[in-house]
T-cell receptor, first 109, second 116 residues
Framework: GQSLEQPSEVTAVEGAIVQINCTYQ??????LSWYQQHDGGAPTFLSY????GLEETGRFSSFLSRSDSYGYLLLQELQMKDSASYFC??????????FGDGTTLTVKP | DTAVSQTPKYLVTQMGNDKSIKCEQN?????MYWYKQDSKKFLKIMFS???????INETVPNRFSPKSPDKAHLNLHINSLELGDSAVYFC???????????????FGAGSRLTVL
């Protein structure tokens, strides 16, 4: 089976940088995705890493180390609208995306 | 145009009833999914269909029966509803089932089911 661990809550102030870590255990690992979900909304895709290293998309970056079964999402220049839940998800070669339990990010003024 | 649309958005029903949720995607994707998100926000995959064929079936009670009449539609029928079925059910789609792009899920807005 798959298991993922990510912190349940993170708090930061506007303009700051925050890192949300994700460790995973899975067979058939293909890649690690990140999704954002605002309260009452649907998860939306943010970023994906299949290979080791950093992927940058605007203020958001995602990192993967396959040898350490570890990844993180880095959010820079935090804005109030970034307050949301963030999910890491392992994608396997069986075509399944399994989600972590989510990290609630609260951005304070 | 909504990419992945689900109906109804809200469902309130009594225990023991049967209900259905419908999902349609206009993205031309091959693969569709049902995910369940409980009150603690845990998001769990239930089913996946690729071109109308069931490819993932997690350990879901057989009271849940998905149906895909074509690759743009995936419906979920639930028999004999129980209190524990209360959750938000998300439909999602991806371009393909395996390989590049398969990991990028586009979710519908969700259907909130409340069983009383």
């Amino acid at each position: 089976g798959q298991s993922l661990e990510q912190p349940s809550e993170v708090t930061a102030v506007e303009g700051a940088i925050v890192q949300i870590n994700c460790t995973y255990q899975t067979s058939g690992f293909y890649g690690l995705s990140w999704y954002q979900q605002h309260d009452g909304g649907a998860p939306t895709f943010l970023s994906y890493n299949a290979l080791d290293g950093l992927e940058e998309t605007g203020r958001f970056s995602s990192f993967l180390s396959r040898s350490d079964s570890y990844g993180y999402l880095l959010l820079q220049e935090l804005q109030m609208k970034d307050s949301a839940s963030y999910f890491c998800a392992v994608f396997t070669n069986a075509g399944k995306s399994t989600f972590g339990d989510g990290t609630t990010l609260t951005v304070k003024p | 145009d909504t990419a992945v649309s689900q109906t109804p958005k809200y469902l309130v029903t009594q225990m023991g009833n049967d209900k259905s949720i419908k999902c349609e995607q206009n993205l031309g994707h091959d693969t569709m999914y049902w995910y369940k998100q409980d009150s603690k926000k845990f998001l769990k995959i239930m089913f996946s269909y690729n071109n109308k064929e069931l490819i993932i079936n997690e350990t879901v009670p057989n009271r849940f029966s998905p149906k895909s009449p074509d690759k743009a539609h995936l419906n979920l029928h639930i028999n004999s509803l129980e209190l524990g079925d209360s959750a938000v059910y998300f439909c999602a789609s991806s371009p393909v089932a395996l390989g590049a792009g398969a990991n990028v899920l586009t979710f519908g807005a969700g259907s909130r089911l409340t069983v009383l």
